[in-house]
């Protein structure tokens, strides 16, 4: 992964937190002391409408944007945001989706999208420290035990822990 430029794709619908969850992950390459970029498609989000961030990292990423067919991850907070971005993933590209995580083993639902981003970090080479560093900045602190809760479920889901 170090040698070359990773891309995901997050999407979602408005107030799942699909931005909150690229702002961890970017944070977290940043923290690895990879190069990072990320952009965002709002959309209707604060109606509850479809969201997209795409997060890329690498020794040099040069754009924020990631092309169509190329995504290694497509990590999708809603079942129904799985077919309108399912383009975007490359061949052998990765989905992650609700169905990855058993929303039972989370002490708060609303935590889902930090949860698939535990589930992604098992296929990732970036420190789980960095992971853990980057929810306790990214959130404020009466969030931070159900959030790395969350994450360690869908990490160990993922096939770590």
């Not at 969850?21 to 990879?34: K, P």
């Not at 989905?95 to 930090?114: A, G, K, M, T, W």
């Given at each position: 992964?170090?040698?070359?430029?990773?891309?995901?794709v997050?999407?979602?619908?408005?107030?799942?937190?699909?931005?909150?969850?690229?702002?961890?992950?970017?944070?977290?390459?940043?923290?690895?002391?990879?190069?990072?970029?990320?952009?965002?498609?709002?959309?209707?989000?604060?109606?509850?409408?479809?969201?997209?961030?795409?997060?890329?990292?690498?020794?040099?990423?040069?754009?924020?944007?990631?092309?169509?067919?190329?995504?290694?991850?497509?990590?999708?907070?809603?079942?129904?945001?799985?077919?309108?971005?399912?383009?975007?993933?490359?061949?052998?590209?990765?989905?992650?989706?609700?169905?990855?995580?058993?929303?039972?083993?989370?002490?708060?639902?609303?935590?889902?999208?930090v949860a698939?981003?535990?589930?992604?970090?098992?296929?990732?080479?970036?420190?789980?420290?960095?992971?853990?560093?980057?929810?306790?900045?990214?959130?404020?602190?009466?969030?931070?035990?159900?959030?790395?809760?969350?994450?360690?479920?869908?990490?160990?889901?993922?096939?770590?822990?």
């Amino acid at each position: 992964m170090a040698d070359r430029v990773t891309n995901v794709v997050v999407a979602g619908l408005g107030g799942q937190g699909v931005l909150k969850a690229s702002d961890i992950l970017a944070e977290a390459a940043f923290r690895a002391g990879l190069d990072v970029k990320k952009a965002e498609v709002h959309g209707m989000s604060q109606r509850g409408g479809s969201v997209r961030s795409d997060v890329r990292f690498g020794p040099q990423v040069f754009s924020p944007m990631v092309p169509n067919g190329s995504a290694d991850f497509l990590v999708a907070l809603a079942a129904d945001q799985v077919e309108p971005n399912q383009p975007c993933l490359a061949d052998g590209g990765i989905l992650i989706s609700p169905e990855n995580v058993d929303e039972n083993l989370l002490s708060n639902r609303r935590c889902l999208n930090v949860a698939l981003l535990g589930f992604l970090s098992a296929h990732l080479e970036l420190p789980e420290s960095h992971w853990l560093a980057a929810i306790r900045s990214n959130l404020p602190s009466p969030l931070h035990e159900a959030n790395c809760q969350a994450f360690a479920v869908g990490r160990k889901m993922g096939g770590i822990g």
